[in-house]
């Protein structure tokens, strides 16, 4: 079910807990704070990949989730976010580089239609996703490739109404143990069984699921998100960037 902690604003200094995973959130569209020049801030290999982007939303959109990933791990390092390294697994998950915090600090992001989600936990692999519930998300076709038949069974036996939360929910948790894993798009995503009835207990089912723990949480309304880490013994601590303006 989803958290029922409520989103608050983090320490000054925040810490790495070892029986808490940490989930910031923040809205992308707009202007960063007095002293914070996101862009100057991106290592080569990002500005790169920003300069990519075809359309200048989807391009500021990216710097900003980047430098605020970088500012979010600078307050956990006391470092500027600039001097932040990261390197990349095979698949794209990014991790620090300094051999003295890899091990420690472990992180990952997602962010959908401006809203970015970021999870931050010790020594523990973690992933997270956050999709907007959108019209005829249930119906697009996608769910036939994607989820196993009793996912769709189960999906189909909702009232309609539920159905395009249901399948926001069922794709952000799948995409979250596999972001926690370090897989690509080409890990099958109907190999991950999962839960996806609105309200009920988060239930995760795949080859390794004693290794794994799955939470889901409302970042916003319209939004659902899930959370993959390691082991069984922690909790959610739910923050606002503080930076920004909190969201409602």
């Not at 080569?44 to 979010?72: M, N, T, W, Y």
């Not at 010790?122 to 490739?145: F, H, M, Q, S, Y």
């Not at 890990?187 to 009835?197: A, K, M, Y």
């Not at 916003?220 to 959610?236: D, I, T």
Request: glycine share 8%; charged share 25%.
């Amino acid at each position: 079910m989803f958290s029922a902690f409520p989103w608050s604003q983090p320490p000054d200094r925040p810490m790495v807990e070892t029986n808490a995973i940490q989930v910031w959130r923040t809205k992308l569209d707009c202007e960063p704070a007095a002293g914070q020049p996101w862009e100057t801030w991106l290592a080569p290999d990002e500005k790169a990949r920003a300069a990519r982007f075809v359309f200048s939303r989807d391009r500021r959109r990216f710097i900003a989730a980047r430098g605020i990933l970088r500012a979010i791990l600078g307050q956990y390092l006391q470092r500027h976010p600039a001097d932040i390294e990261f390197t990349y697994g095979t698949n794209g998950k990014p991790a620090l580089r300094s051999n003295r915090w890899q091990s420690m600090i472990h992180f990952n992001l997602s962010h959908s239609h401006g809203l970015a989600v970021y999870a931050v936990a010790d020594g523990r692999e973690v992933g997270i996703d956050v999709e907007a519930v959108r019209p005829g998300t249930a119906d697009n076709g996608v769910i036939d490739l994607a989820f196993t038949e009793r996912e769709v069974a189960e999906l189909h036996a909702l009232p309609l109404h539920l159905r395009d939360e249901a399948f926001a929910l069922g794709w952000t948790r799948k995409e979250a143990y596999i972001k926690a894993r370090g897989m690509g798009m080409a890990f099958p995503l109907e190999s991950v069984e999962v839960s996806l009835s609105p309200g009920q207990p988060e239930v995760l089912h795949t080859a390794d699921t004693s290794r794994w723990s799955l939470r889901s949480f409302r970042p916003a309304p319209g939004f659902v998100g899930a959370v993959v880490g390691e082991g069984r013994n922690w909790e959610l601590r739910l923050w606002n960037y503080g930076d920004l303006k909190p969201l409602s």
